[in-house]
């Protein structure tokens, strides 16, 4: 079974602490992913990566940033956290192909930004 | 611009019976996936169906069905003989190819309550 982990299940942060958010998947996957989740907006990408070291901005980068050292991890950062970060954040991890790929994602983040 | 319309923010179903989830899609690729999740309050999105565009057939996984209608762009989930495990929110997604990487676009999410 996919397994995608995450570091933590909820975080309670103050407004303009750097956050760390770290994703780890045990299938060998290419392609990493960051998402979050607000009520009625469903889930909206952030930033992806299809290899090690590399990342590409999804529709909502702004405030962001992300680090893949390895194959197996992907972290997110938020250098100065705002409370409209507060938010479910996801990470998910897929093998390419095509439009077959499936996602398949961790138990998600809760950050609560005071 | 792809768009996915959920337009049922809930849904009640009596255990054992039916149920139809909706989901309409908006995109002018010929080419494109759509995907069903479920996400009970644990908060964790699990997959339960993929249909593709040039499939013929509707997808089917055990008790999950997509009644996958392709003049109409519609994709809704049919789950029979609900159980109370049912109950969680689900959301229809659409894989298009943007720049070579996969792109999914999720709709707004439907939640399901299955009452005994």
């Known amino acids: 079974d996919v397994k995608v982990t995450q570091s933590s299940r909820y975080l309670v942060k103050r407004t303009g602490e750097k956050v760390f958010l770290e994703c780890v998947q045990d299938m060998d996957h290419e392609n990493m992913f960051w998402y979050r989740q607000d009520p009625g907006l469903g889930l909206r990408l952030i930033y992806f990566s299809y290899d090690v070291k590399m990342k590409e901005k999804g529709d909502i980068p702004e405030g962001y940033s992300v680090s893949r050292e390895k194959k197996e991890r992907f972290s997110l950062i938020l250098e100065s956290a705002s409370t409209n970060q507060t938010s479910m954040y996801l990470c998910?991890?897929?093998?390419?192909?095509?439009?077959?790929?499936?996602?398949?994602f961790g138990p998600g983040t809760r950050l609560l930004v005071l | 611009a792809q768009k996915i319309t959920q337009t049922q923010p809930g849904m009640f179903v009596q255990e054992k019976e039916a149920v139809t989830l909706d989901c309409t899609y908006d995109t002018s690729d010929p080419s494109y996936g759509l995907f069903w999740y479920k996400q009970p309050s644990s908060g964790e999105m699990i997959f339960l169906i993929y249909q593709g565009s040039y499939d013929q057939q509707n997808a089917t996984e055990g008790r999950y069905s997509l009644n996958f209608q392709k003049a109409r762009k519609s994709a809704n989930l049919v789950i029979s003989a609900s159980q109370l495990g049912d109950s969680a929110m689900y959301f229809c997604?659409?894989?298009?190819?943007?720049?070579?990487?996969?792109?999914?676009?999720f709709g707004t999410g439907t939640r399901l309550l299955v009452s005994p």
């Open positions: 997604a659409m894989s298009q190819m943007n720049t070579g990487f996969q792109k999914l676009v």
């Open positions: 998910a991890s897929s093998s390419p192909r095509g439009i077959r790929e499936t996602q398949y």
